[in-house]
């Protein structure tokens, strides 16, 4: 079965420290994976994907993550936290073969205190 | 309108009850989606459409209804509600099937007493 585990339900770092939201993934074949945010009172807006190619993806607001696959994990990360970052964020796992069905973790909090 | 909207914002539905939430892109996407968001839980999708005229399943399809009549609308139907259906409910769409990303609307937040 497909599934995403995001095992922190918070995060919280000071503003200009570096930031890393843990997403771990199974499922069969090659995924394709997705870093989604929530701010409150949204929908989700898209972050960055992995495909396939280089394992570091870079995607929108200066984040990025960096697939691992024998680790299976699918971490985002920030060099550098702002403030205007806190929000809830969904790590998110698709088959390649089964692209109608979206797999969500169940969101982390991240917290950037100044 | 730019992207997709949703209504209700919020409603506040007695058990039994009939309610249709609403969802409209003008992004004329193809694929369009329905999630729940439970705390604690992540998103969940409820129904899916690939194209209009088609639906299909999703991973909590049970006490909900879906219809594609055109591109731009999506209605989900709760036929009679039950307070397990108290939720935050997404819309979202993409530009196919295939596509890698996914637009959302702002969400309903619907509480069924």
């Known amino acids: 079965a497909q599934s995403v585990a995001q095992p922190e339900d918070q995060v919280n770092v000071a503003e200009g420290n570096p930031l890393t939201v843990k997403c771990t993934y199974s499922?069969?074949?090659?995924?394709?994976l997705f870093w989604y945010v929530q701010y409150p009172n949204r929908g989700l807006q898209f972050l960055l994907k992995?495909?396939?190619?280089?394992?570091l993806v870079k995607g929108s607001y200066g984040f990025e993550a960096e697939f691992n696959k024998s680790q299976t994990s699918f971490h985002l990360k920030k060099p550098s936290a702002l403030v205007s970052d806190s929000a809830l964020y969904f790590c998110?796992?698709?088959?390649?073969?089964?692209?109608?069905?979206?797999?969500f973790g169940s969101g982390t909090k991240l917290n950037v205190k100044p | 309108i730019a992207g997709i909207t949703q209504a209700p914002t919020s409603q506040i539905l007695a058990a039994g009850r009939r309610m249709t939430l609403r969802c409209t892109q003008d992004?004329?996407?193809?694929?369009m989606y329905w999630y729940r968001q439970d705390l604690g839980l992540g998103l969940r999708l409820i129904h899916y459409?690939?194209?209009?005229?088609?639906?299909g399943k999703g991973e909590v399809p049970d006490g909900y209804s879906v219809s594609r009549a055109n591109t731009d609308d999506f209605p989900l139907t709760l036929a009679s509600a039950v307070p397990s259906q108290t939720s935050v409910y997404f819309c979202?769409?993409?530009?196919?099937?295939?596509?890698?990303?996914?637009?959302f609307g702002p969400g309903t937040r619907l509480t069924v007493t």
């Open positions: 979202a769409s993409s530009d196919s099937p295939s596509s890698y990303e996914q637009y």
């Open positions: 499922v069969s074949g090659n995924p394709y």
């Open positions: 992995y495909i396939t190619g280089d394992n």
């Open positions: 998110a796992v698709r088959e390649m073969n089964n692209f109608n069905k979206f797999y």
């Open positions: 992004m004329r996407h193809n694929a």
């Open positions: 459409s690939n194209t209009a005229g088609t639906t």
